[in-house]
Each structure stands twice: as C-alpha cells, then as structure tokens.
T-cell receptor, first 109, second 117 residues
Framework: DAKTTQPPSMDCAEGRAANLPCNHSTISGNEYVYWYRQIHSQGPQYIIHGLKNNETNEMASLIITEDRKSSTLILPHATLRDTAVYYCIVKNNNNDMRFGAGTRLTVKP | EPEVTQTPSHQVTQMGQEVILRCVPISNHLYFYWYRQILGQKVEFLVSFYNNEISEKSEIFDDQFSVERPDGSNFTLKIRSTKLEDSAMYFC???????????????FGAGSRLTVL
C-alpha cells in the first residue's frame, strides 16, 4: 500500500471548516483514498473515500489533487463532536485496511 | 443502520488464561476482520477472514491467536494463553463481498477491552 503522511495534530474553531491534509505521493492508479475517524476509544468510523474525483457526502468533502499525490478532508462546519483522530488510508480493492497514526483534530469552542 | 456487535465490552483475565472475544458482523457481509489497539497507540491489523479461512494475517497474529466462524452469525477471536501485552481494545469489522471501492468500506464494532493481569 502507498504510505500516507498526516500532521499529528490540528485545532479548529467550532463552526469553522476543518481542513485535514494527507500526502500520498506514491499512490498507484488503482488505489483509493479512504478517510476514517476514531472518536475517543470507539471503533473507527468510515467517513468518505474517492479515487480521483472530488467526493461529498453528508459528513464531509474529499478533495483529491489532479496528480492524486495529496488530498484534503473537509468538515464544513466542525462541531465539538468532531474532535477525533482522523485517518487517511490508501489502498486498492484487494488488500486490507491498515491504519497509521492519523491526525488528532481538536475542535475548540 | 446495520451494526457490528461485539461482546464482551470489557473482560479482565489472568495471565495464561484463554479468552474468546465474540463478534456478530453485519448479516450480508462476507469479509471479517480483527484489529487491536493498545492504549495510546494506533489501530493495528490482526487478521482478515473470508470463505471460512484466513485471507491475511499480520506478524502480531501468532500461534496464540485463532479465529473461527462457528455458525452463520458469529466470528470469534481466541487468545489461547494471554500475556500482559495482550491488554488492548480489540475491534471486529466486516464488509460486503463485491469487488468495488464501496464494498471495501469497513464497519467496525464498538470494541472489546481486554485487560490481562
């Protein structure tokens, strides 16, 4: 699997957009970008995934650069409940999901 | 919304004892997984299971560990002789069977906390 690089921590003000970056410069053509988050010690929760087009769902938006070497997860209006560790994972359809250290996002009032 | 259910939520055991952690994956899912997370550390892949056999396992998943799908609904992780370092949160996950990016989305359970004394 391609490796990903994420900042270890970020802060965001409540109500503002949270933009979480991820670098995956060695991504292969058949690898997708997945984002999960883990709130406190709960099980990881799927957020969104994409291949090359930008994606949006009820939780977040995923912006993937044209060269696919990086992406940004956007939480448009962060709330205190969005405080969590966010994981960016790159994988193809055949291998298993492996988690890195992620970014610890703290949403502050 | 369909859920992955794990039991027990917390188990305390003595070193050397056998432990079985149970999971009920989402009913129409075909791929099953166990992960663990030692306190303060990252989520680590242990094993994946499909068609009644292990698909892949990590170096953590040694001979002390085994998995089983004893019936049509349960998926279990057994630790034969627990060690202090097995203390962790264990997460079960499942996903659908189609080969597509959407089918690769894992649904995780809430976890089972294992404390080995």
């Amino acid at each position: 699997d391609a490796k990903t690089t994420q900042p270890p921590s970020m802060d965001c003000a409540e109500g503002r957009a949270a933009n979480l970056p991820c670098n995956h410069s060695t991504i292969s053509g058949n690898e997708y970008v997945y984002w999960y988050r883990q709130i406190h010690s709960q099980g990881p929760q799927y957020i969104i995934h994409g291949l090359k087009n930008n994606e949006t769902n009820e939780m977040a938006s995923l912006i993937i650069t044209e060269d696919r070497k990086s992406s940004t997860l956007i939480l448009p209006h962060a709330t205190l409940r969005d405080t969590a560790v966010y994981y960016c994972i790159v994988k193809n359809n055949n291998n298993d999901m492996r988690f890195g250290a992620g970014t610890r996002l703290t949403v502050k009032p | 919304e369909p859920e992955v259910t794990q039991t027990p939520s917390h188990q305390v055991t003595q070193m050397g004892q056998e432990v079985i952690l149970r999971c009920v994956p989402i009913s129409n899912h075909l791929y099953f997984y166990w992960y663990r997370q030692i306190l303060g550390q990252k989520v680590e892949f242990l094993v994946s299971f499909y068609n009644n056999e292990i698909s892949e396992k990590s170096e953590i998943f040694d001979d002390q560990f085994s998995v089983e799908r004893p019936d049509g609904s349960n998926f279990t992780l057994k630790i034969r002789s627990t060690k202090l370092e097995d203390s962790a949160m264990y997460f079960c996950a499942s996903r659908g069977g189609a080969v597509s990016s959407g089918a690769n989305v894992l649904t995780f359970g809430a976890g089972s906390r294992l404390t080995v004394l």
